[in-house]
């Protein structure tokens, strides 16, 4: 059974205003509701892993969104944390970016991992689910709209 | 989300995945059932290229003698006699000057045809290939006393060479791709497809490895039905054979001494052909008047035999059917013998095969003369004589007793016959080989290095068999980049390297699955996202053993090589067929070290 968005995103894990707006640090405030995550072996050579990788090929990938990730081996488990920005932030000079998803996968876990970002993928497709994710008031309002999508 | 056009893939990329993967998953394709599938095209087109130059060497006789009749025997027996003399001799010099000037343009040509198919490296000379086939040609048509299969034999082992070339086959599926023509080539000339595939894989190959035997029946079966659906079910040299029955076991002794007769006289035959080589050769001539020679003397022996025109197969027909007296037919054997030498030894390109049939079905049919005499059971069938001499005679000459078997057999499709023949074709081997170290093919395999080549696979090391400059994509490839690789390619498992062309691991085609169907997604992805670390890999020092012994752990086709100094620079791979192949042809090298 592979894994679902909802196995590795839960409530604590998602900041509904960042104060950041630029990249680096937008990234470095999402990670850092890892901090508490017990298969966060290194927090800040996370952080740097997933900063690495964006300089090597960016994430955003248009409508608002961003999957900052790595592959490391500070993580035991895929782990991952939302932080919204409704000003928008930018990436590398691309559109505003106000839904960003901060992923850390372990070396061994690639089918997981593509599952996961797959499943992610498919449901914000949708624009309205991305709308209902920006008006949500609640961590809880935010998980419920991305839950409303029917997993495909 | 929009995607961004630079990096989305290209639009027919996707479905073209899915079909790959789908047929991955549903079929579990190795470079075995590729290389099966590449049989059958090489037997599809080994048999065009039979009907062609059977269709272009008619032909060419119409011009030589403006006869049209059914068989070259028939042709010569309506001319003058002044034609049956010159027309052999015509058309050995125009083959002889194909040779001459050909060989000028082509680097290097030889007579026999055997060097095509003892494959070496699996590179058969274009050049040199058409220049035989078109000197084979007008000898054939002008009558000359040798077999068509040679060159049809030629041809289609040329085409698998040129085409597993542009396909960019290794060394070893080459070789097994030319085998593969042969094996057409020779299925296509007796629409005996498993007498083709077994001429090769016994004279040859030396092997009935399944490895290499199947993709040889493959080429085989293609070959006999293409040939059937253009020529009809008939054979391409048709023999129309009695029903043949022992009344009793006991009738089986003739056949036993027939065959130990064959096996007597077979290494006189061999050695014939050789002295006439060497006599040939001593001539102070260019090769187009040693041709000419030869050609000449065979129509000095047609004015007053023209039986011992062409292969000899109207012959066979005409012992097969017709009494005919032992004196006259003692003569046309005798006759037929010096015109093959006569031929043979001028340096004429064609096959020796036919020509052996027709020597065994003279010698069965006189044998079965003389033991008439003083047999005391019910009358002896000289036709039964004729097939098993036949058989028994291409045993020994060839030293492939499996082989003759199954051909006879293909040629009779009588399972009356196959206990005498059998036994007489056994026996044949045995004898022969006593006095006769050298098959009539061995001196074309010594000539090519088929035993280095063999010593030399016992020593072989990953390094031999490794393709050099595998596809591999940078850790930072996008996702286009990595699908279009797997589409181009048929492999599962496509190598990451570093700037420092380090090995990384490998992304397998299974793990992209996922994102078939979020194109979008792609743009997220490069190599480094989802390559599987710690993939096996082999160094290019490793033993073949060492090698089997990783595959055996690993289910894939492929492994890469990777050099030991330097860190894990990807050097190239190796596949799982090439490995196979190469032990395959191992074992008769240690077989031959331990005897």
Known sequence: MSLSVFDVLTSDRIALDLKSRAQAEAITETSALLTTCPYMLDLPTFVSEVLAREQLSPTALGSGLAFPHARTGTVEQIVMAAGRCRDGVSFNGSDPVHLIFVIGTPKNMVREYLGLVGDLARRLKQANVREQMLKAGTAAEFLAALKAVPRI | ?595
């Open chain 2, 1 to 595: 989300m929009e995607a961004d056009p630079q990096q989305t893939p290209r639009k027919w990329l996707l479905p073209r995945l899915r079909l790959r993967l789908w047929l991955a998953e549903l079929f579990h394709f190795s470079e075995l059932q590729v290389t099966l599938f590449w049989a059958g095209v090489i037997g599809f087109a080994g048999a065009l290229s039979s009907v062609a130059f059977r269709k272009l060497t008619d032909f060419v006789h119409w011009v030589f003698t403006r006869q049209t009749t059914g068989g070259y025997v028939l042709s010569f027996m309506n001319l003058l006699w002044w034609q049956r003399l010159l027309i052999p001799a015509l058309g050995g010099i125009i083959a002889g000057l194909i040779i001459y000037f050909g060989t000028r343009l082509a680097r290097k040509s030889s007579t026999d045809y055997m060097e095509a198919i003892v494959l070496g490296d699996g590179v058969v000379s274009f050049r040199s290939s058409m220049v035989k086939c078109a000197s084979a040609m007008f000898s054939i048509a002008s009558g000359a006393s040798i077999g068509r299969e040679g060159p049809l034999v030629q041809l289609s082992a040329v085409l698998a060479s040129l085409f597993g070339r542009w396909r960019g086959m290794p060394p070893l599926q080459l070789r097994l791709l030319v085998a593969c023509g042969a094996a057409a080539g020779i299925a296509s000339a007796y629409n005996a497809p498993i007498g083709g595939a077994l001429f090769v894989a016994e004279i040859v190959l030396q092997s009935l490895a399944m490895e290499t035997f199947g993709p040889l029946v493959f080429a085989s079966v293609v070959a006999t039905l293409t040939i059937r659906r253009l020529l009809g079910d008939s054979p391409l040299y048709e023999i129309q054979i009695p029903s043949v029955r022992l009344h009793s076991n006991w009738e089986i002794l003739p056949y036993f001494l027939l065959g130990l007769l064959a096996g007597l006289v077979a290494p006189w035959f061999l050695r014939l052909l050789r002295a006439s080589e060497r006599l040939f050769s001593k001539l102070p001539l260019p090769v187009y008047l040693r041709i000419a020679l030869g050609g000449l003397t065979v129509g000095a022996l047609a004015i007053l035999h023209p039986q011992v025109c062409g292969n000899g197969y109207s012959v066979i027909n005409q012992v097969l059917h017709e009494h005919v007296v032992w004196q006259v037919l003692l003569v046309i054997f005798v006759f037929k013998l010096l015109a093959t030498a006569a031929t043979f030894g001028s340096g004429a390109v064609g096959g020796v095969f036919t020509p052996t049939l027709f020597a065994g079905a003279c010698l069965g049919v006189l044998y079965c003369d003389f033991v008439q005499r003083i047999w005391p059971g019910p009358p002896l069938v000289p036709a039964a004589f004729a097939l098993v001499g036949m058989g028994a005679f291409l045993s020994a000459t060839t030293h492939a007793p499996l082989m003759a078997i199954i051909i006879l057999f293909e040629l009779t499709l009588d399972y009356d016959i196959i206990l005498p023949l059998m036994l007489a074709c056994v026996v044949a081997h045995y004898t022969c080989s006593a006095f006769e170290k050298n098959s009539v093919y061995s001196e074309s395999l010594k000539r090519k290095g088929f035993g280095a080549f063999r010593q030399e696979l016992g020593a072989l090391s990953v390094a031999d068999i490794m393709r050099a400059n595998p596809v591999a994509v940078g850790e930072n490839a996008r996702f286009t980049e990595i699908a279009e690789n797997f589409v181009r390619n048929r492999f599962n498992y496509l190598y990451v390297i570093d700037d420092e062309k380090t090995f990384r691991g490998v992304i397998s085609l299974h793990d992209i699955k996922s994102y078939l169907n979020d194109p979008e997604l792609a743009q997220l992805v490069i190599a480094r996202d989802i390559l599987q670390e710690g993939f096996p890999t082999i160094v290019p020092e490793a033993s073949l053993a060492t090698a089997l012994e990783r595959f055996s752990h690993h289910d894939g086709e492929r492994l890469p090589v990777t050099s030991s100094r330097n860190g894990q620079r990807l050097l190239g791979s190796i596949s799982k067929t090439d490995l196979l192949l190469a032990l395959t042809e191992q074992k008769p090298a240690t077989t031959a070290a331990a005897a």
